[in-house]
């Protein structure tokens, strides 16, 4: 029960974007088509869920054995960079017109206080290797909710007749923020 309340707590009640507003950047670049916010919640749930796993082991087994405690931020800053870079490699191997839609947002997921965030938080909880990598993957879930739900009503909001001063990011800002407002709404569920 308690791992399903880690999970599910990542996912609705502490969602990274919707209610941490971290990874706020890619959320809302490249949430303009469905396609394309997938492309990325499937990166991000990839990096979020292995950087967990990984930097349990190099907090763990590396730093605080020797010491190094205080390295943790650049450690896990290059744990997360190897994972986007594998991505990256891999992303453009298989699918280059995903590659292309991503674009500049794909190497950026290196940067993404979400994916940095799960990280911390993973150590500041003192989960275990399973809790955090659970963690992790929930944290990823929740992004990718946030970005596919928001990607839809981005689309549906260009078919829609909207005053000019509110065209664009105006609208989508507070898109957003109705879209938190509700994610909050699950806050003391567990």
Avoid at 28 to 52: D, H, N, P, Q, Y
Avoid at 78 to 90: D, F, P, R, S, T
Avoid at 91 to 112: C, D, E, F, M
Avoid at 136 to 165: K, M, Q, W, Y
């Amino acid at each position: 029960m308690e791992l399903f309340g880690i999970v599910f707590g990542a996912i609705f009640i502490n969602n990274f974007v919707l209610v941490r507003f971290l990874g706020i950047c890619p959320y809302l670049g490249v949430s303009r088509r469905i396609e394309t916010a997938m492309g990325m919640g499937l990166a991000v749930i990839f990096v979020m869920t292995i950087a967990s796993f990984v930097t349990y082991f190099v907090y763990h087994l590396i730093l605080i054995p020797f010491n190094l405690g205080y390295l943790y931020i650049v450690s896990f800053i290059l744990v997360i960079a190897v994972l986007v870079q594998l991505v990256e490699m891999v992303i453009q191997k298989q699918s280059p017109a995903l590659h292309r839609a991503l674009g500049i947002y794909l190497p950026l997921v290196t940067t993404n206080c979400a994916i940095l965030g799960v990280a911390f938080l993973n150590i500041q909880e003192g989960f275990t290797l399973v809790e955090s990598t659970l963690h992790g993957f929930g944290a990823g879930i929740g992004f990718t909710l946030a970005i596919i739900l928001f990607a839809g009503l981005r689309e549906r909001l260009d078919l829609v007749n909207i005053p000019e001063s509110l065209k664009g990011a105006p609208i989508g800002l507070i898109v957003a923020g109705l879209l938190s407002i509700g994610f909050m709404g699950f806050v003391g569920m567990i």
